[in-house]
């Protein structure tokens, strides 16, 4: 009679692997790093902007209270009319690009990503399993960030990357790796964006 065991196997604890914690620790202090880095820039470079904003106003005071070179304040008014313009016409891409990706499963890799005339947006993806296809295309199709989803084509393919799987052998309690290449669901789509510039 063969017995048969009813526990249920153990799980594998992750974490607990000691090269792990070293290397989760490395990049989390590179992660911040890289934070305060990037809000420090950002701090000293507003505080720049603001000094020239502040000289620049100065210069145009003393321009206007002098009475000369009214050629100058009106290119630098021309020029901040073109630049309040520019802004409020500026597409944040922010809310568009949240849209597309927050619903990705875990397994979908992003090929590629174009924007075109800043009014749609192009996508590559590959995926492995269909339904996860049919699922994130119902998703994308409900967010009121973009306009329409239209589907270029889906088709299903062989990956180009190898991945190596572990196989048993004729002979018992042996095993052989063997490099494989899986398939995927390619999917390409069109994606019209909204009339709002990504405000929301």
């Not at 196997?9 to 070293?22: F, I, Y």
């Not at 994308?140 to 299903?156: D, G, M, R």
């Not at 990357?161 to 309690?173: A, C, K, M, N, R």
């Amino acid at each position: 009679m063969k017995s048969i065991n009813l526990l249920p196997s153990r799980q594998k604890e992750v974490l607990q692997n000691p090269k792990l914690k070293p290397l989760l620790v490395i990049l989390l202090i590179i992660v911040l790093a890289a934070q305060c880095y990037y809000i420090m820039t950002w701090k000293s470079e507003s505080s720049r902007v603001n000094e020239q904003g502040l000289q620049l106003d100065q210069e145009i005071n003393a321009i206007r209270d002098n009475g000369e070179l009214k050629v100058k304040v009106d290119g630098y008014r021309q020029a901040e009319q073109l630049i309040a313009a520019l802004m409020q016409n500026r597409t944040e891409w922010g809310p568009y690009l949240s849209a597309i990706t927050k619903n990705m499963p875990a397994t979908a890799k992003l090929v590629s990503l174009n924007a075109v005339d800043q009014k749609k947006i192009t996508i590559d993806l590959d995926f492995k399993i269909y339904s996860d296809v049919v699922a994130y295309m119902r998703l994308l199709e409900a967010e009121e960030q973009l306009q329409q989803v239209i589907l270029t084509s889906v088709f299903k393919k062989t990956d180009e990357q190898t991945t190596t799987e572990v196989v048993p052998s004729d002979i018992e309690g042996v095993s052989t790796t063997k490099t494989v290449r899986k398939e995927v669901y390619k999917l390409m789509l069109d994606i019209e964006l909204s009339d709002d510039k990504g405000a929301s």
